[in-house]
């Protein structure tokens, strides 16, 4: 970390890497990952160069949404392994500098936690108000025509107790009624309880679904669905989701944070860029880095992309820090998105925006999604919408250590399966290579460290073609970079115009460039992104 930007926070000044636990290394042999398997992978992350890692939920779970369904807050699932693992973890991600960061799941439980099954019990049980149950409309149907995201009615029919219970996922995923402030209590709680064991942040699932409309009215008919999109998509989520409320409940969860030194509050929020932003809160106080998927959601296509970081940049409250992602579990890897060549410009992307940056497991070696044969598919969202290519099973797969049997990711056959080109397409094959993509993420992340100027600096765009994105990070006293990219396979051509620069290209997709001199006129291959050290008289 570089001391020569002390004002600004760890989390500002670091990047986050993202682990699928089920999938990053198992050590028991069970062909799932696991915490003390990650701990043996941590020399890796450290020498990687990411400063904090965010795990995917670890906590017992019946697994119907593998972890997002949790039955209890306050343990870790036996697949993952115990309490003391965690503690040995998380002694062994802050011994090596790093920081840890835990999912946090509180818009809904897993439909065996005991919450849940005391509120189902009987309608006068004390905690029936904990979760959003309600009457059948006089015909016996649905309360309101709100729908899952995972396919089908958000509402569920409970014979025991002649109501129906609003879950926006599965129904094994019943949604917690946040407007109760026992419910709040009890999830700050869970909060307080990481915190005080050391945890460094959460990044919170589904934030912007956390209160719904108080009189539960129809969502609208979505004007733009297509066949082919998600059936949730079919209506807008106007009354289920993004309820001006919800910044009650995110400021009290800042506080909460807020309590404790330096920890840092993340929220999971599929939101266009004017409404992402209320997420930071009045005066800040909201959450720390509302995530940011823009690069995840739009057309890979210059232009939009370059007006859109300006948008972005131009709608950032005063004082929120910016944070870019270019891949989760939910989403189909960038690789897979833009192809190989373009994903090497993704992550000089990526490293170079202004903000934050989280890099999902595998981006770092260009692991691309694994087709998973029907019948092995095992993501719900897949399995409940089989004809509409939903599953995110392909961006879950085994992590590609080495080329022994299963990638180096377990002894035995893992739960999914491993890309078939694991033998090429892998750590311990990259970790040489300097031509590798590995290197050039360890090269882009350790010069992202040590030059403030890309770390923290202010981003200055150029200009942007239809091609081409042009922009310079700069701070005061401090060698200044010039990032050209080209997002498409044909030549491009960079003109400075009346901004006179010359510099030496320092980091390119294409080695051949590193060390040239260029100037006002740059002439660019198809696929070619260069990081130019601009030399200022
Ligand atoms: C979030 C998670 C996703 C999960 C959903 C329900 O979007 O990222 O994996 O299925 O919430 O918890």
Known sequence: MN??????????????????????????????????GILKRLDYLNSLGVTALWLSPIYPSPMA??????????????IFGSLSDFDELLAGVHSRGMKLILDLVPNHTSNQHPWFLESRSSRDNPKRDWYIWHDSKPDGSAPNNWLSVFGGSAWEWDELTGQYYYHAFLKEQPDLNWRNPAVQEAMLGVMRFWLDKGVDGFRVDVMWHMIKDKHLRDNPINPDYQPHMATYEQLLPVYST?????????????????????????????LPIHQLVAYYGIDGKGAHLPFNFQLLTLPWDAQTIAATIDQYEGLLPKGGWP????????????????????AWVAALLLLTLRGTPTI??????????????????QDPQG????????????????????????AGFSERKPWLRVAPDFGRKNVWRQEDDPLSILSFYKRLINLRQQEPALMVGDYVPVYATSQLI????????????LILLNLSHRTAYFNAKDNPLRGIVEIATTPEWEGVEVADRISLGGDDGLLIRLLDE
């Open 323 to 342: 944070n870019w992602v270019l891949g989760n579990h939910d989403q189909p890897r960038i690789t897979s998105r833009v192809g190989v060549e373009q």
């Open 360 to 377: 999902y497991y595998g981006e770092e070696i260009g692991m691309r999604d694994v087709p998973i044969p029907f019948n092995e598919v």
């Open 65 to 78: 949404d593998f972890g997002y369904d949790i039955a209890d807050y306050q343990t870790v699932d036996a």
């Open 3 to 36: 001391e020569s930007s002390p004002e600004y926070i760890w989390w500002q000044k670091g990047i986050i890497y993202q682990i699928y636990p089920r999938s990053f290394q198992d050590s028991n042999g069970d062909g799932l990952g696991d915490l003390q």
């Open 383 to 406: 399995l409940n919408m089989p004809d509409k290519n939903l599953s995110r099973d392909p961006a879950r797969t085994p992590m590609q250590w080495n080329q022994t049997t299963y």
């Open 242 to 270: 993004d309820q001006p409320d919800v910044h009650d409940i995110v400021l009290k969860m800042r506080q909460v944070v807020d309590a404790y030194p330096e920890r840092l509050l993340i929220g999971e929020i599929y």
């Open 470 to 481: 042009a922009y310079i990070r700069q701070l005061e006293g401090h060698p200044r970079f």
